[in-house]
């Protein structure tokens, strides 16, 4: 006689227990299609790697030991048991994997659009609008500031103990020569590379393309007026004032005054 098949031992073992099929399938969350592939050993027509994982399932719920119906089990098609996947396993791996998807999406949404008090900070009872930081109000008071330099936060003092703040931010080439006492310095700068730095005394800066730099002294822009390709030298006295030339006063010619008479006339 031909070996009874796995399927048809589920089978047999439903109806001893007095399940239907639609039944049986709901508590297995299968649906009653798969279930009656699974009694009619239609194992091929099944996902691959599912075959053994669905047997056992069906199997546990009918308690039937799988061990005794060895060879028929042996019949399906997957390999090896740790092979394949249990559905349980799967469904609690489906469930992680959603849970750790919901949580960066949250926490990127945290990071990306902080709420009102992060933005803001807390108020006060009774407050409307927030105290605004040291630095915005630097920002705001309407003293002039040094603009800031790549990588710092907030910008620096005009002027301190250690000098007075000279910076230099070009749109293109440009060579920037500073003389002062005991210092001397000649730099080559270029886009987004500013230079910033701190002259005791008084000094003279000198630019050769002067018209793509934007000089800026003690926290006051210095506007140089000079076009681009055009030099420029510009003397500062030890607080960081701009000693401009003053232009020479013309002076006009005067006329001596006459008695009205012509030259060879006498009196």
């Known amino acids: 006689m031909e070996p009874v098949g796995l399927g048809e031992l589920l089978r047999r073992a439903r109806a001893a227990k007095g399940l239907s099929v639609e039944i049986l399938a709901k508590e297995l969350n299968l649906s009653s ?5 699974l009694e009619g050993d239609g194992w091929d027509t099944l996902p691959s790697g599912q075959a053994r994982p669905l047997a056992r399932q069906m199997a546990r719920r009918l308690e039937i030991d799988l061990d005794a119906c060895r060879e028929a089990f042996d ?10 996947i249990d559905p349980a396993d799967d469904r609690i791996e489906r469930i992680v994997m959603a849970a750790l998807t919901v949580g960066c999406a949250g926490l990127l949404a945290w990071l990306v659009i902080p709420g009102r008090n992060l933005r803001q900070g807390a108020l006060p009872p009774g407050r409307t609008e927030a105290t605004p930081a040291p630095a915005q109000a630097m920002a705001t008071s309407g003293v002039p500031q040094a603009f800031p330099v790549l990588g710092e936060v907030l ?8 000098g007075t703040l000279v910076g230099i931010r070009v749109l293109d080439a440009c060579t920037a020569h500073l003389v002062g006492e005991g210092f001397d310095r000649s730099r080559e700068l270029r886009v987004s590379e500013p230079w910033l730095l701190r002259i005791k005394g008084p000094f003279t800066l000198s630019l050769d393309n002067a018209g ?6 003690g926290g006051r822009r210095i506007r140089h007026g000079q076009s681009v390709g055009e030099p420029w030298t510009g003397r500062f006295s030890a607080d960081g004032q701009w000693l401009r030339a003053t232009p020479p006063v013309l002076e006009t010619a005067t006329v001596p005054e006459t008695s009205g008479k012509a030259p060879d006339e006498k009196e």
């Open 212 to 217: 793509v730099a934007t000089v800026e002294v």
């Open 155 to 162: 910008p620096e003092a005009p002027r301190t103990e250690e």
């Open 33 to 37: 299609l798969v279930l009656l592939q």
């Open 75 to 84: 019949r399906l098609p997957g390999g090896l048991d740790g092979d394949a």
